[in-house]
């Protein structure tokens, strides 16, 4: 309903006197009459007109059949009759208009204007009169007691003659108007100057002989005047002035034309100067609130502000004033009706007052269910009755709210005071019975079930209702049959939920693809099943139901927890057949729980790492991209050049030995310098200092593997969805080897690239006997597998590494040959080779460059050789006696 509803603009307010406007009233009447006989004679000339408004009225009406919510429609359907002339269809219009919304007060006048205008005689007073009874009850408007007052003088023919009846009936109207706004700071004054007025007009109906009535009625106006006087409004000067003026006509001494006080009694002047200096306070806030131009939202603030203000004075009457000025300008805003009914609860205890306040909040504000709440407690509080608490109870159900729960919260306020009124009334009154509360809860189960499957409220309220079943009504298989339908329902929702669910599951994890059916709630639902059973003492029903449910799967630790929960109850209750019976069903439970545990987490864990790095690897290839892109737009030439020069044949010996060595080179050597004398460069221009790593001995240090690591396809075990990460981390191995002690640090071995365990890890210890001791620990369990344990040697393995190094420098190094490109500019041609050129040479020849590393077997250097362990060249002669002496 709340979308239908359209903010009811603020009621008109006249300027007018309220006893000159009697004119006025009569002349609309007079053209309401004129209108509608002149209709008939002009329907040829308007027939066009007549037909579109036709036309309206009939898309009015079907709108209204459709949607009887629809504020607006309402009030162009009551204009739309209202020119027409259509008087019945207008009186049906707005009866159906305010049985659904409140009227704003301008809807209020103009209704009983018509219907004054189409009075015949007194035979129609009373029912006109009803309309002003109903007009004032919904909005604050001091122009419409105006209108009333004046009715009621113009129309009471009791009134009128000034009867002692009519006078009576008159001041009791006053005396509404002025409890209802006399304190209305900026026009509650009209109503003062209305009520003097009619005072004054008894007193000129009194005759001259009658003395003592007279006096009488000159005290009763005094009086009135004192009282207006020690109000602050906003003409309490002007007031003051037409006192004095009144004043001085009975014969009392007074400077009628000036605003002293002088002549007038202390209480009178203490009371007016209070009562300016408290208007004086609150004109600035008047001011603010009369403010049309701005935005609602910044007038409803300066009334808060004001309201503020008031509500620290403590004056009750006023701040109620000003909540009714507030909540005419504002008559849908949800905060205001809030906070006025609360403030009203807590000052007021007329109960009478306030049950009207949350009958008119909740026509205004029918989509907010708090109110309801609210209002359901205060007629419990004022003693309603029955039939008068259960007629607001349906029509809250009646209303559309925003959430479900507030729905829930109105059926378990119905509960709760039913159960209040039949558990503390002492008999069974007004046809009160605990089946209306079974009634209650069954319509709240079937409405609410499917719309709060899953939630914390539904499983509160059948624990409510399983409780009054057993404790109120005395039925315990009713009770039994609340939690057994709530188990039953909880599973026919799993059930319609395995194909939604389990197709997004299976695609997102394709390893662990298990489906959570029971959620927190339904572990809480067999806990209070079972907390039940106990209370009252059934012990057998209460392991049934461990039986039942040990072996389900809830989320988080709740399985281990209804498990654990067994132990304890047979620990309590149970024999030592039961107790063992407990712990040999629930221990492969348990274990079974554990080992999906440890398997989820790696599970978790490989899909949160293999994201982050697919994001990486992304980065990465989009980096190179771009930097590629750069390099295509800035090089062009160059890219043709090296083009170009791959393109051609070079011929010579020399220049293509060069150009070899030299690519040689580049693809083998340059590289790892250049980056080397980069970095160096770069961390000495920072002035940063290398890291040296740490160095470990691995003399007192244990190897570690088979450690709990990451798996790329972990098994599938049954088992619950469990988000912990936890790995084989440094403060589990040094947990694992606590007992033994002497740990001094923990190195786990990780892969270069993907950065994730590999399952090894050195641990080194203080010294041999620590050392030993976790030694004994080998193919223990870690994180569920069995871990190996060896002592470290480094020596051996630095025998392996020298022995592989030396034969490499033996068959490798000194087989290659390398390669020196003298520093200069790019293209440079002057390329020494040093090394050992072996192609095409003798084996009894030694090749360029071969030194004996062995003292042993050095031999005199024959003549001509040259230093550095190399001969001369040989001659061709030379060559050829080789040969002949070969």
């Given at each position: 309903?709340?979308?239908?509803?359209?903010?009811?603009?603020?009621?008109?307010?006249?300027?007018?006197?309220?006893?000159?406007?009697?004119?006025?009233?009569?002349?609309?009447?007079?053209?309401?009459?004129?209108?509608?006989?002149?209709?008939?004679?002009?329907?040829?000339?308007?027939?066009?007109?007549?037909?579109?408004?036709?036309?309206?009225?009939?898309?009015?009406?079907?709108?209204?059949?459709?949607?009887?919510?629809?504020?607006?429609?309402?009030?162009?359907?009551?204009?739309?009759?209202?020119?027409?002339?259509?008087?019945?269809?207008?009186?049906?219009?707005?009866?159906?208009?305010?049985?659904?919304?409140?009227?704003?007060?301008?809807?209020?006048?103009?209704?009983?204007?018509?219907?004054?205008?189409?009075?015949?005689?007194?035979?129609?007073?009373?029912?006109?009169?009803?309309?002003?009874?109903?007009?004032?009850l919904d909005y604050l408007s001091v122009s419409l007691w105006c209108d009333y007052i004046n009715f009621v003088q113009e129309y009471d023919p009791s009134v009128r003659e000034c009867s002692p009846a009519g006078t009576s009936k008159a001041r009791n109207l006053f005396e509404r108007a002025l409890t209802a706004a006399g304190l209305h700071v900026s026009e509650g004054s009209k109503i003062w100057v209305a009520y003097i007025k009619f005072e004054q007009a008894v007193l000129h109906a009194i005759a001259e002989t009658n003395i003592e009535s007279r006096e009488k009625q000159v005290q009763r106006i005094r009086n009135i005047f004192h009282r207006q006087l020690s109000v602050p409004l906003a003409d309490l000067k002007q007031t003051l002035l037409t006192y004095k003026a009144w004043e001085a006509e009975q014969g009392t001494i007074l400077d009628v034309h000036s605003s002293n006080l002088d002549g007038i009694s202390s209480h009178v002047a203490s009371a007016y100067q209070k009562a300016l200096e408290m208007f004086n306070a609150r004109a600035n806030f008047e001011e603010q609130v009369s403010k049309q131009d701005l935005p609602d939202s910044d007038r409803l603030q300066q009334f808060m502000n004001y309201l503020s203000f008031e509500q620290s004075t403590g004056d009750p009457a006023r701040v109620q004033i000003l909540y009714e000025r507030a909540i005419t300008e504002f008559p849908i805003s949800t905060e205001l009706w809030l906070e006025y009914t609360r403030y009203l609860d807590k000052t007021l205890k007329a109960t009478r007052i306030v049950r009207n306040l949350y009958h008119r909040a909740s026509r205004n504000c029918s989509w907010v269910g708090e109110l309801w709440v609210q209002y359901l407690l205060s007629l419990e509080r004022g003693h309603a009755s029955e039939k008068e608490i259960?007629?607001?109870?349906?029509?809250?159900?009646?209303?559309?709210?925003?959430?479900?729960?507030?729905?829930?919260?109105?059926?378990?306020?119905?509960?709760?005071?039913?159960?209040?009124?039949?558990?503390?009334?002492?008999?069974?009154?007004?046809?009160?019975?605990?089946?209306?509360?079974?009634?209650?809860?069954?319509?709240?189960?079937?409405?609410?079930?499917?719309?709060?499957?899953?939630?914390?409220?539904?499983?509160?309220?059948?624990?409510?209702?399983?409780?009054?079943?057993?404790?109120?009504?005395?039925?315990?298989?009713?009770?039994?049959?609340?939690?057994?339908?709530?188990?039953?329902?909880?599973?026919?929702?799993?059930?319609?939920?395995?194909?939604?669910?389990?197709?997004?599951?299976?695609?997102?994890?394709?390893?662990?693809?298990?489906?959570?059916?029971?959620?927190?709630?339904?572990?809480?639902?067999?806990?209070?099943?079972?907390?039940?059973?106990?209370?009252?003492?059934?012990?057998?029903?209460?392991?049934?139901?461990?039986?039942?449910?040990?072996?389900?799967?809830?989320?988080?630790?709740?399985?281990?927890?209804?498990?654990?929960?067994?132990?304890?109850?047979?620990?309590?209750?149970?024999?030592?057949?039961?107790?063992?019976?407990?712990?040999?069903?629930?221990?492969?439970?348990?274990?079974?729980?554990?080992?999906?545990?440890?398997?989820?987490?790696?599970?978790?864990?490989?899909?949160?790492?293999?994201?982050?790095?697919?994001?990486?690897?992304?980065?990465?290839?989009?980096?190179?991209?771009?930097?590629?892109?750069?390099?295509?737009?800035?090089?062009?030439?160059?890219?043709?050049?090296?083009?170009?020069?791959?393109?051609?044949?070079?011929?010579?010996?020399?220049?293509?030995?060069?150009?070899?060595?030299?690519?040689?080179?580049?693809?083998?050597?340059?590289?790892?310098?250049?980056?080397?004398?980069?970095?160096?460069?770069?961390?000495?221009?920072?002035?940063?200092?290398?890291?040296?790593?740490?160095?470990?001995?691995?003399?007192?240090?244990?190897?570690?593997?088979?450690?709990?690591?990451?798996?790329?396809?972990?098994?599938?075990?049954?088992?619950?969805?469990?988000?912990?990460?936890?790995?084989?981390?440094?403060?589990?191995?040094?947990?694992?080897?606590?007992?033994?002690?002497?740990?001094?640090?923990?190195?786990?071995?990780?892969?270069?690239?993907?950065?994730?365990?590999?399952?090894?890890?050195?641990?080194?210890?203080?010294?041999?006997?620590?050392?030993?001791?976790?030694?004994?620990?080998?193919?223990?369990?870690?994180?569920?597998?069995?871990?190996?344990?060896?002592?470290?040697?480094?020596?051996?393995?630095?025998?392996?590494?020298?022995?592989?190094?030396?034969?490499?420098?033996?068959?490798?190094?000194?087989?290659?040959?390398?390669?020196?490109?003298?520093?200069?500019?790019?293209?440079?041609?002057?390329?020494?080779?040093?090394?050992?050129?072996?192609?095409?040479?003798?084996?009894?020849?030694?090749?360029?460059?071969?030194?004996?590393?062995?003292?042993?077997?050095?031999?005199?250097?024959?003549?001509?050789?040259?230093?550095?362990?190399?001969?001369?060249?040989?001659?061709?002669?030379?060559?050829?006696?080789?040969?002949?002496?070969?």
């Amino acid at each position: 309903m709340a979308e239908n509803l359209a903010p009811i603009g603020p009621p008109a307010r006249p300027d007018q006197i309220v006893n000159g406007n009697e004119d006025e009233t009569m002349s609309e009447a007079q053209n309401l009459k004129n209108s509608t006989d002149s209709g008939a004679s002009d329907s040829d000339s308007d027939s066009g007109d007549e037909a579109a408004d036709n036309l309206q009225l009939q898309t009015l009406e079907a709108e209204l059949s459709t949607n009887p919510a629809n504020y607006d429609a309402h009030v162009q359907y009551i204009k739309a009759l209202r020119k027409q002339g259509e008087i019945e269809k207008l009186r049906k219009a707005r009866e159906a208009m305010n049985a659904l919304f409140p009227l704003s007060p301008a809807m209020w006048q103009e209704w009983a204007k018509d219907e004054t205008s189409l009075s015949t005689g007194n035979d129609s007073f009373p029912a006109i009169e009803k309309v002003y009874e109903r007009g004032v009850l919904d909005y604050l408007s001091v122009s419409l007691w105006c209108d009333y007052i004046n009715f009621v003088q113009e129309y009471d023919p009791s009134v009128r003659e000034c009867s002692p009846a009519g006078t009576s009936k008159a001041r009791n109207l006053f005396e509404r108007a002025l409890t209802a706004a006399g304190l209305h700071v900026s026009e509650g004054s009209k109503i003062w100057v209305a009520y003097i007025k009619f005072e004054q007009a008894v007193l000129h109906a009194i005759a001259e002989t009658n003395i003592e009535s007279r006096e009488k009625q000159v005290q009763r106006i005094r009086n009135i005047f004192h009282r207006q006087l020690s109000v602050p409004l906003a003409d309490l000067k002007q007031t003051l002035l037409t006192y004095k003026a009144w004043e001085a006509e009975q014969g009392t001494i007074l400077d009628v034309h000036s605003s002293n006080l002088d002549g007038i009694s202390s209480h009178v002047a203490s009371a007016y100067q209070k009562a300016l200096e408290m208007f004086n306070a609150r004109a600035n806030f008047e001011e603010q609130v009369s403010k049309q131009d701005l935005p609602d939202s910044d007038r409803l603030q300066q009334f808060m502000n004001y309201l503020s203000f008031e509500q620290s004075t403590g004056d009750p009457a006023r701040v109620q004033i000003l909540y009714e000025r507030a909540i005419t300008e504002f008559p849908i805003s949800t905060e205001l009706w809030l906070e006025y009914t609360r403030y009203l609860d807590k000052t007021l205890k007329a109960t009478r007052i306030v049950r009207n306040l949350y009958h008119r909040a909740s026509r205004n504000c029918s989509w907010v269910g708090e109110l309801w709440v609210q209002y359901l407690l205060s007629l419990e509080r004022g003693h309603a009755s029955e039939k008068e608490i259960s007629d607001v109870y349906e029509k809250a159900l009646q209303c559309t709210f925003s959430s479900f729960d507030e729905y829930l919260n109105i059926f378990l306020t119905r509960v709760d005071g039913l159960r209040r009124r039949i558990s503390f009334a002492g008999e069974v009154t007004d046809g009160l019975d605990y089946a209306l509360i079974r009634d209650t809860f069954q319509r709240a189960s079937g409405y609410l079930s499917q719309q709060l499957k899953n939630t914390e409220s539904l499983l509160q309220m059948h624990r409510y209702w399983a409780r009054l079943e057993s404790n109120l009504a005395n039925d315990f298989v009713a009770a039994r049959g609340v939690w057994e339908s709530l188990l039953k329902s909880r599973l026919r929702i799993s059930a319609n939920s395995i194909c939604k669910i389990g197709i997004v599951l299976i695609s997102v994890f394709p390893y662990n693809c298990y489906l959570i059916f029971c959620s927190g709630s339904m572990l809480e639902a067999w806990q209070g099943y079972i907390a039940m059973e106990i209370e009252k003492g059934h012990i057998n029903e209460a392991r049934s139901l461990y039986r039942r449910c040990y072996s389900k799967r809830f989320p988080g630790m709740g399985s281990e927890d209804i498990c654990h929960s067994w132990i304890r109850f047979e620990r309590e209750f149970g024999t030592l057949e039961d107790f063992d019976h407990a712990v040999q069903k629930v221990t492969p439970r348990l274990e079974e729980l554990r080992l999906f545990r440890l398997h989820q987490e790696s599970t978790t864990v490989v899909a949160f790492a293999d994201q982050k790095e697919n994001a990486l690897n992304k980065n990465a290839r989009e980096k190179r991209k771009a930097v590629s892109e750069v390099i295509d737009e800035q090089y062009p030439a160059k890219r043709q050049k090296d083009t170009s020069q791959k393109s051609k044949k070079v011929f010579g010996k020399d220049k293509a030995q060069v150009k070899s060595s030299v690519e040689t080179n580049k693809m083998e050597n340059p590289t790892v310098q250049a980056s080397k004398t980069d970095s160096a460069s770069d961390n000495k221009a920072k002035g940063l200092k290398p890291e040296i790593s740490k160095q470990y001995n691995d003399q007192c240090t244990a190897f570690l593997s088979n450690l709990s690591m990451l798996s790329a396809s972990p098994p599938i075990l049954l088992g619950l969805l469990y988000w912990l990460l936890h790995l084989a981390t440094d403060e589990d191995l040094r947990n694992f080897f606590s007992d033994n002690g002497g740990v001094e640090s923990i190195r786990i071995l990780k892969d270069k690239y993907t950065k994730k365990s590999r399952g090894l890890a050195y641990v080194d210890f203080s010294d041999d006997a620590h050392l030993s001791a976790a030694l004994e620990k080998n193919r223990q369990l870690l994180l569920g597998k069995r871990v190996s344990i060896a002592r470290s040697d480094p020596k051996q393995s630095k025998k392996r590494g020298s022995a592989g190094h030396g034969t490499s420098t033996e068959h490798g190094h000194d087989s290659k040959a390398s390669v020196h490109i003298s520093e200069g500019t790019r293209g440079d041609d002057n390329v020494q080779l040093k090394g050992k050129n072996t192609f095409a040479v003798p084996r009894n020849v030694r090749p360029l460059g071969w030194t004996s590393k062995d003292k042993s077997t050095l031999k005199p250097k024959p003549e001509g050789a040259v230093e550095g362990g190399d001969e001369a060249p040989k001659s061709n002669d030379e060559f050829r006696k080789m040969l002949f002496k070969s």
